[in-house]
């Protein structure tokens, strides 16, 4: 069971509006900033959002998050097929002194 | 051009031991906190281990303390993990990372695959 809780799946249809939520704590979330991630089909992980709401130069900003209390959401406006990915949130856990991550989400662009 | 190599991987024994190393180019690795992250096979991604720009502060996950040491080389732009008294449930690709702010981690290498069977 992962500290931080996300949807296991997601779908969408192409330029469609989708978004993924991830729910924490006062101790992850609640205190410290989110992060979110896209890994494709077998490859790394890459960075989506960082700071709750920033996007890394080179990501579109069809992507945007946002955070409330202990809770983020990730935003995906006008939903393209290589959207098609899991996706992780995380955040730096007070508590356990280290990183958390959610479960991940499988976004399917129908 | 960032990129992060990682290297040692393989097939160990259940309570065997491993070192992994992670090659970095492209930046000044001494300025950047460093960090592993490890992926079960279809499974999600788990944090691991810390360790700061100077090597002085260090952080583990709770399933690897005691059992993990992260280290690097600012001389040699290398972080290293060493991990002792594994486990069956440690099987899983390690990716090395450059940390930009706590939890968002701005470039990954491509993973060595750890495999803890009999």
Same mark, same amino acid.
């Given at each position: 069971?992962?500290?931080?809780?996300?949807?296991?799946?997601?779908?969408?249809?192409?330029?469609?509006? #989708?978004?993924?939520?991830?729910?924490?704590?006062?101790?992850?979330?609640?205190?410290?900033?989110?992060?979110?991630?896209?890994?494709?089909?077998?490859?790394?992980?890459?960075?989506?959002?960082?700071?709750?709401?920033?996007?890394?130069?080179?990501?579109?900003?069809?992507?945007?998050?946002?955070?409330?209390?202990?809770?983020?959401?990730?935003?995906?406006?006008?939903?393209?097929?290589?959207?098609?990915?899991?996706?992780?949130?995380?955040?730096?856990?007070?508590?356990?002194?280290? #990183?958390?991550?959610?479960?991940?989400?499988?976004?399917? #662009?129908? | 051009?960032?990129?992060?190599?990682?290297?040692?991987?393989?097939?160990?024994?259940?309570?065997?031991?491993?070192?992994?190393?992670?090659?970095?180019?492209?930046?000044?690795?001494?300025?950047?906190?460093?960090?592993?992250?490890?992926?079960?096979?279809?499974?999600?991604?788990?944090?691991?281990?810390?360790?700061?720009?100077?090597?002085?502060?260090?952080?583990?996950?709770?399933?690897?303390?005691?059992?993990?040491?992260?280290?690097?080389?600012?001389?040699?732009?290398?972080?290293?993990?060493?991990?002792?008294? !594994?486990?069956?449930?440690?099987?899983? !690709?390690?990716?090395?990372?450059?940390?930009?702010?706590?939890?968002?981690?701005?470039?990954?290498?491509?993973?060595?695959?750890?495999?803890?069977?009999?």
């Amino acid at each position: 069971q992962s500290v931080l809780i996300q949807p296991p799946s997601a779908s969408g249809t192409p330029g469609q509006r #989708v978004t993924i939520s991830c729910s924490g704590g006062r101790s992850n979330i609640g205190s410290n900033a989110v992060t979110w991630y896209q890994q494709l089909p077998g490859t790394a992980p890459e960075l989506l959002i960082f700071s709750n709401n920033q996007r890394p130069s080179g990501v579109p900003d069809r992507f945007s998050g946002s955070k409330s209390g202990t809770s983020a959401s990730l935003a995906i406006s006008g939903l393209q097929s290589e959207d098609e990915a899991d996706y992780y949130c995380a955040a730096w856990d007070d508590s356990l002194s280290g #990183v958390v991550f959610g479960g991940g989400t499988k976004l399917t #662009v129908l | 051009e960032v990129q992060l190599v990682e290297s040692g991987g393989g097939l160990v024994q259940p309570g065997g031991s491993l070192r992994l190393s992670c090659a970095a180019s492209g930046f000044t690795f001494s300025s950047f906190e460093m960090n592993w992250v490890r992926q079960a096979p279809g499974k999600g991604l788990e944090w691991v281990s810390y360790i700061s720009s100077s090597g002085a502060t260090k952080y583990y996950a709770a399933s690897v303390k005691g059992r993990f040491t992260i280290s690097r080389d600012n001389a040699k732009n290398s972080l290293f993990l060493q991990m002792n008294s !594994l486990r069956v449930e440690d099987t899983a !690709l390690y990716y090395c990372a450059r940390e930009l702010t706590a939890g968002a981690f701005d470039f990954w290498g491509q993973g060595t695959m750890v495999t803890v069977s009999s």
